[in-house]
T-cell receptor, first 114, second 113 residues
Framework: GAGVSQSPRYKVAKRGQDVALRCDPI?????LFWYQQALGQGPEFLTY????????KSGLPSDRFFAERPEGSVSTLKIQRTQQEDSAVYLCASSQPGHRNEAFFGQGTRLTVV | RKEVEQDPGPFNVPEGATVAFNCTYS??????FFWYRQDCRKEPKLLMSVYSSGNEDGRFTAQLNRASQYISLLIRDSKLSDSATYLC??????????????FGTGTRLTIIP
């Protein structure tokens, strides 16, 4: 596709509900990142994939957060038993190594846990 | 101490003025440096890379000082359309071998007519 696509754009979840957020990276991009951005803050790193391999998940805040990219393209970030503190914008970015490391971001999914 | 620190602002600047932002980073092994721009309720987009030699793109000038571990962005002749949040971004190689982008909190700029 032309850019990174994320869905849904907005999600309201009741506390305790599970959610799944989808990211379609730019076609052919090897690297995929997930970030969490709270209101008034910069994006905070969650996890990184190189193709289908999840090389770095050091930023996932708890074991309720799980990400996958089974075929090295589309990625899903799953949050189980959502809590109010999970409310944030979840940004996905993809990049191609060697291309000045520019990361292209999707528009994000705004998650509100009520 | 955060890995990348920025003055959050807000900076309210009259149109046509020059404005400068600084950013400091703590990891001396950092490899690449960028300024990203983020409009309200939009995703971050790359504004420009930052090099030790300094680089300029139209009204925008970025500078890196590795010895002091800070990065600057200068905007000349500011336009209303420059109103946005400017994010300082630093990369380093993680323990897992991937290049990891670390963002500052962002500096909010509003250009006043």
């Amino acid at each position: 596709g032309a850019g990174v696509s994320q869905s849904p754009r907005y999600k309201v979840a009741k506390r305790g509900q599970d959610v799944a957020l989808r990211c379609d990276p730019i076609s052919g991009h090897v690297s995929l990142f997930w970030y969490q951005q709270a209101l008034g803050q910069g994006p905070e790193f969650l996890t990184y994939f190189q193709n289908e391999a999840q090389l770095d998940k050091s930023g996932l805040p708890s074991d309720r957060f799980f990400a996958e990219r089974p075929e090295g393209s589309v990625s899903t970030l799953k949050i189980q038993r959502t809590q109010q503190e999970d409310s944030a914008v979840y940004l996905c970015a993809s990049s191609q190594p060697g291309h000045r490391n520019e990361a292209f971001f999707g528009q994000g999914t705004r998650l509100t846990v009520v | 101490r955060k890995e990348v620190e920025q003055d959050p602002g807000p900076f309210n600047v009259p149109e046509g003025a020059t404005v400068a932002f600084n950013c400091t980073y703590s990891n001396s092994a950092s490899q690449s440096f960028f300024w990203y721009r983020q409009d309200c309720r939009k995703e971050p987009k790359l504004l420009m890379s930052v090099y030790s030699s300094g680089n300029e793109d139209g009204r925008f000038t970025a500078q890196l000082n590795r010895a002091s571990q800070y990065i600057s962005l200068l905007i000349r002749d500011s336009k209303l359309s420059d109103s946005a949040t400017y994010l300082c971004v630093v990369t380093h190689l993680s323990n897992f071998g991937n290049e990891k982008l670390t963002f500052g909190t962002g500096t909010r700029l509003t250009i006043i007519p």
